[in-house]
C-alpha cells in the first residue's frame, strides 16, 4: 500500500525515451501491491501500469514473471501484457531498480467476496492453470512444503511470542501435513498468491489476475487449496463451506480435478494455510514498531491452521458432494 | 503522499448509487495530495477523481473550494469540475467523511520547472484570477498577512530550535513587510499555494490547476509573490532571475500589472516566503517522530527569508526591465 521510489518527470521521460507508446499525459503512484512501486501512467497510445520492483522481489526471477504474464495475455488468460521496449526487453532500469511496462486491467478488487464470485475466482484459477501450460519457463516454489520445515524452525520463539505452545503445534501440523502429501498429482505454473486483492472483477465477471510475482511451478490443486484459505473464510475465522464449494466447482467447470486431487484437497488446503501462517509470522518479527506498511497478522492464518487441524480430525474439509 | 482513508467495494458502490455516474471499472488509491485521500475512479462514463477529506481541511469551507473549481471550469479555467449527485449536491458523505468526485484531468507536475514553464505557470495564474472574478462567495485569507504576528508569536521556540536567533530575525522582517505591505492593491479569488506539484502540464503548455483548498480572497499579486517562491528559485536557494522574469511576463500576457501593483511584488514575495515558512515551522513541530508523512523542511523558507530580506535592503527583486 506504497510508493517506495519516487519518480520524477525527468527520469520518467527518459525512461520512456526507450519505448515506443508516445509521451506521458498522466502519472500518478497508486497504493496498490505492498512488495513493488506502482504507477498509471497514461500517454497519447492508451494506459498502462509501471512498476518498479523493490527489494523484496528477486531480480533474477523477474524474466520468469513477466515472461508468464505474456504468455497467459497471449493464451487468452486476462493477466497483464508486458510491453516491450524498443530493444524488445520487457524488462527496463529506473533509479536502479528494475521496472517494467505493462497493460493496465480494468475491474475492482472485492473485500469481501461471496460465493457467486469464490465460483468466478476458482473458475479463473483453473483458466490460468490452463493458459499456463507449455509456458517453458520454470521456477520452484521456494515457499513450498520443503520449505516450511526449516521457516518453522527459525520461527519458534516469534510463535511462542505470539501464544505459548503454539511452535509445538506448528511442528506436529507439520508432521502430519508432510506425511499426507501428495505426490503424482499434475502440477505445471501456479499463480501461488491468488488472494481477492489480486483479482479484479466486472459486474461480477473474473476480469483479471495480477501480481505474479509468487509464481511458481507447483501442484494445480495446491493452488486451490491457496485460494480456498484466501476467499472462504468468515472475518469470525470459520470456513464457509458454501463458498468452499463454490470455489472448488467453479475451478471444476474448466478444469476437473481427479480423484486424487479431490481426496489431497484438504491437506493442500492445510499446508497453504501453513505458507501463508510462517511467512506472515517471518514479516511480523522483522518489522519495527512503527513501519510504513503494517504487516499482514499472523494470528489470522494460526486460526486457519487450527479449522483445517480440527477438519483433518473429522476426515477434512467437506468441499464436495452437495449442491454448490 | 498517502491514501487515509480505505474504502471498500462495498462502501464505494454504495456511495456511487447516489450519482449518475455509472458503475465503477476502476478504483484505485492514488499517491497525490497531503492533506486528503484521493482515487482514481473509472466508470463506464468516464474517468473520474474521488477525494475523502481529512481533518485538516475545514468542512465548512468546502462548499466555497467546490464552488470555486466548477465557477473556474464554467469560465474556462482546466480546474477539475466537481460532478453534482443526483441531489445536485457537490459534497457527499463516505464512511462519516466530507467527499467529493470531480473531474479527471490530464498532464503531469514537473519537478524542476525552468524558465518556460514558469512562463506558462505565471500564465496560469493570471488565468485563474481573471476566471475567478465574479464568483460570488467569499473566504477570508485565514493564513495572510494579519495572521503572520501571531503565528510568529506561538512558534518562537520552535524557530530558535531551528536556528538560535532565528525568533528576533523573523520578528524584524515582520515589521518590514508589514510597514511596506501595500493597501489598495487589486484582487478577488486566488489559488494561495499554486505550487509546481499543484499544476499539470502537457507539451509544456499549462492544463490544469489542482487542490484548491488554501484558495482565498487575496491580493492578485499576492498570488503571484507565492509563485515566484515556489517556481524561481533554485535548488541551491538562490532566486532564478531568469524564471522570476518569465513567471511575470508570463503573468502580465494574460493581466498586465499596474505600476502599483509592480513596486509592490518582491515585499509580497516576502511575505509569500513568511508564510510558508511560518506554517511550516508549524506542522515541523506538529509531526511525531515516524511519522508517516515526513512534513516539508521549514529551512527551504527560512532561506527564501534571507533572499528576499537581502533583496530588499538592496531595493527588492529585479523582476523587470531585462528581457524575459
Given at each position: 500500500m506504497a510508493v517506495y521510489t519516487d519518480i520524477t518527470d525527468t527520469e520518467l521521460e527518459d525512461f520512456l525515451?526507450?519505448?515506443?507508446?508516445?509521451?506521458?499525459l498522466v502519472f500518478k503512484g497508486i497504493?496498490?501491491?505492498?512488495?513493488n512501486s506502482n504507477f498509471l501512467l497514461e500517454t497519447s497510445q492508451g494506459r498502462f501500469f509501471l512498476t518498479v520492483y523493490e527489494r523484496r522481489v528477486k531480480a533474477d526471477d523477474l524474466p520468469f514473471f513477466l515472461g508468464l504474464m505474456l504468455w497467459l495475455a497471449e493464451h487468452g488468460f486476462p493477466s497483464a501484457r508486458p510491453i516491450a521496449d524498443?530493444?524488445?526487453?520487457l524488462l527496463g532500469s529506473l533509479r536502479g531498480k528494475p521496472a517494467a511496462i505493462t497493460e493496465f486491467m480494468q475491474g475492482l478488487s472485492v473485500r469481501r467476496p461471496d460465493a457467486a464470485l469464490c465460483r468466478e475466482a476458482g473458475g479463473g484459477t483453473a483458466w490460468l492453470h490452463l493458459a499456463g501450460q507449455g509456458y517453458p519457463n520454470h521456477r520452484a516454489n521456494d515457499l513450498g512444503v520443503s520449505a516450511w520445515r526449516g521457516l518453522a524452525e527459525r520461527l519458534v520463539d516469534e510463535a511462542e511470542a505470539l501464544k505459548p505452545g503454539l511452535s509445538r503445534t506448528v511442528a506436529a501440523d507439520l508432521d502430519a501435513i508432510e506425511r499426507a502429501w501428495p505426490t503424482g498429482l499434475p502440477g505445471g505454473?501456479?499463480?501461488?498468491?491468488?488472494f481477492p486483492d489480486n483479482v479484479f472483477f466486472v459486474n461480477g465477471r473474473f476480469t483479471a489476475a495480477i501480481?505474479?510475482?509468487?509464481?511458481c511451478d507447483d501442484l494445480f490443486a495446491y493452488d486451490l487449496g491457496v485460494g480456498l484459505n484466501a476467499w472462504?473464510?468468515?472475518?469470525?475465522?470459520?470456513?464457509?463451506v458454501t463458498s468452499g464449494r463454490a470455489f472448488v466447482a467453479g475451478y471444476e467447470q474448466r478444469r476437473p480435478l481427479s480423484a486424487e486431487e479431490r481426496a489431497a484437497l484438504p491437506v493442500l488446503a492445510w499446508g497453504a494455510a501453513m505458507r501463508f501462517f510462517l511467512t506472515r509470522l517471518a514479516d511480523w518479527r522483522a518489522t519495527p514498531d512503527g513501519a510504513l506498511v503494517r504487516p499482514k497478522d499472523p494470528l489470522e492464518y494460526e486460526r486457519k491452521l487450527a479449522v483445517h487441524r480440527a477438519a483433518q480430525a473429522g476426515g477434512g474439509l467437506v468441499l464436495f458432494g452437495g449442491e454448490a
Amino acid at each position: 500500500m506504497a510508493v517506495y521510489t519516487d519518480i520524477t518527470d525527468t527520469e520518467l521521460e527518459d525512461f520512456l525515451a526507450g519505448y515506443d507508446i508516445g509521451e506521458a499525459l498522466v502519472f500518478k503512484g497508486i497504493a496498490e501491491g505492498v512488495e513493488n512501486s506502482n504507477f498509471l501512467l497514461e500517454t497519447s497510445q492508451g494506459r498502462f501500469f509501471l512498476t518498479v520492483y523493490e527489494r523484496r522481489v528477486k531480480a533474477d526471477d523477474l524474466p520468469f514473471f513477466l515472461g508468464l504474464m505474456l504468455w497467459l495475455a497471449e493464451h487468452g488468460f486476462p493477466s497483464a501484457r508486458p510491453i516491450a521496449d524498443r530493444g524488445g526487453r520487457l524488462l527496463g532500469s529506473l533509479r536502479g531498480k528494475p521496472a517494467a511496462i505493462t497493460e493496465f486491467m480494468q475491474g475492482l478488487s472485492v473485500r469481501r467476496p461471496d460465493a457467486a464470485l469464490c465460483r468466478e475466482a476458482g473458475g479463473g484459477t483453473a483458466w490460468l492453470h490452463l493458459a499456463g501450460q507449455g509456458y517453458p519457463n520454470h521456477r520452484a516454489n521456494d515457499l513450498g512444503v520443503s520449505a516450511w520445515r526449516g521457516l518453522a524452525e527459525r520461527l519458534v520463539d516469534e510463535a511462542e511470542a505470539l501464544k505459548p505452545g503454539l511452535s509445538r503445534t506448528v511442528a506436529a501440523d507439520l508432521d502430519a501435513i508432510e506425511r499426507a502429501w501428495p505426490t503424482g498429482l499434475p502440477g505445471g505454473v501456479i499463480h501461488a498468491d491468488l488472494f481477492p486483492d489480486n483479482v479484479f472483477f466486472v459486474n461480477g465477471r473474473f476480469t483479471a489476475a495480477i501480481d505474479f510475482y509468487f509464481a511458481c511451478d507447483d501442484l494445480f490443486a495446491y493452488d486451490l487449496g491457496v485460494g480456498l484459505n484466501a476467499w472462504c473464510f468468515e472475518p469470525d475465522g470459520t470456513f464457509n463451506v458454501t463458498s468452499g464449494r463454490a470455489f472448488v466447482a467453479g475451478y471444476e467447470q474448466r478444469r476437473p480435478l481427479s480423484a486424487e486431487e479431490r481426496a489431497a484437497l484438504p491437506v493442500l488446503a492445510w499446508g497453504a494455510a501453513m505458507r501463508f501462517f510462517l511467512t506472515r509470522l517471518a514479516d511480523w518479527r522483522a518489522t519495527p514498531d512503527g513501519a510504513l506498511v503494517r504487516p499482514k497478522d499472523p494470528l489470522e492464518y494460526e486460526r486457519k491452521l487450527a479449522v483445517h487441524r480440527a477438519a483433518q480430525a473429522g476426515g477434512g474439509l467437506v468441499l464436495f458432494g452437495g449442491e454448490a
